[in-house]
């Protein structure tokens, strides 16, 4: 049984910073693979960004220059530090946390999700 707890979302402005964080407990002690999704409205859930176990970091053409995954190991989290939103941004972001090197669309746990609206 795994959990992930997250939180940080929110309503910001157009340009404004927002940092989501996550963090994972239960049965599996260290995770591979931690990151985040999102889904808007009208929209298929996409990748955002994912970091392994030894701070390797992936990103969407999306978030890439504007977004910073990083992660504490000794506490299972994973942060996402969200800069220049906009209101494309617009989305809910969902936890994803893996314990193995599996790279599959929807393989892992995964949170409820956390709304984050850009918008003046």
């Known amino acids: 049984q795994v959990q992930l707890v997250e939180s940080g979302g929110g309503l910001v402005q157009p340009g404004g910073t927002l940092r989501l964080s996550c963090a994972a407990s239960g049965s599996i002690s260290r995770f591979y693979l931690m990151g985040w999704y999102r889904q808007a409205p009208g929209k298929q859930r996409e990748f955002v960004a994912h970091v392994t176990s030894f701070s390797a970091t992936t990103y969407a053409n999306s978030a890439r220059g504007r977004f910073s995954i990083s992660r504490d190991n000794a506490k299972n989290t994973v942060f996402l530090q969200m800069s220049s939103l906009k209101p494309e941004d617009t989305a809910v972001y969902y936890c994803?946390?893996?314990?193995?090197?599996?790279?599959?669309?929807?393989?892992?746990?995964w949170g409820q999700g956390t709304q984050v609206t850009v918008s003046s």
């Open positions: 994803n946390a893996r314990p193995d090197i599996d790279y599959s669309a929807t393989g892992g746990f």
